[in-house]
């Protein structure tokens, strides 16, 4: 049994990322498809397809993007901030800064699962659940 459902969706995308892939499949859940939309929205990654053919809640498919030219993939680091065993809560004061700016960061809100610019925007805080840059 998987404890931490996010931390083994980060991972997936982290060592996809680190071996080269141009896709990943991952076993679906509402939080996981709402961070890939985030992803995809902030150009973290090439594409993506939810089907519910496998499993219960289905599959997420990724399409992982890389540079043209050079080959670097545009997911530099994916970091778990909020566990199971110690969540990390921030009002909308303390939002954290990815890199200075260049990163984001995700949160789980009463607005919904929404990136760090977002929170600003609409002055709220919530439940820091990763930072990707």
Same mark, same amino acid.
């Given at each position: 049994?998987?404890?931490?459902?996010?931390?083994?969706?980060?991972?997936?995308?982290?060592?996809?990322?680190?071996?080269?892939?141009?896709?990943? %499949?991952?076993?679906?859940?509402?939080?996981?498809?709402?961070?890939?939309?985030?992803?995809? %929205?902030?150009?973290?990654?090439?594409?993506?397809?939810?089907?519910?053919?496998?499993?219960?809640?289905?599959?997420? =498919?990724?399409?992982? =993007?890389?540079?043209?030219?050079?080959?670097?993939?545009?997911?530099?680091?994916?970091?778990?901030?909020?566990?199971?065993?110690?969540?990390?809560?921030?009002?909308?004061?303390?939002?954290?800064?990815? =890199?200075?700016?260049?990163?984001?960061?995700?949160?789980?809100?009463?607005?919904?699962?929404?990136?760090? =610019? %977002?929170?600003?925007?609409?002055?709220?805080?919530? %439940?820091?659940?990763?930072?990707?840059?």
């Amino acid at each position: 049994m998987n404890t931490d459902p996010i931390a083994d969706y980060l991972t997936r995308i982290r060592n996809a990322v680190a071996a080269r892939h141009r896709l990943v %499949e991952i076993p679906a859940s509402n939080m996981k498809k709402n961070i890939t939309k985030i992803l995809f %929205e902030k150009g973290y990654i090439l594409n993506y397809k939810f089907e519910d053919d496998k499993g219960p809640q289905g599959t997420i =498919k990724i399409a992982l =993007k890389y540079h043209p030219v050079t080959k670097m993939p545009a997911i530099n680091s994916l970091e778990r901030v909020s566990t199971p065993g110690l969540r990390k809560y921030v009002n909308a004061r303390e939002l954290p800064r990815v =890199k200075n700016g260049l990163g984001i960061a995700i949160l789980s809100t009463s607005q919904g699962i929404i990136s760090d =610019k %977002e929170a600003r925007n609409l002055n709220t805080g919530g %439940e820091v659940i990763c930072y990707v840059s």
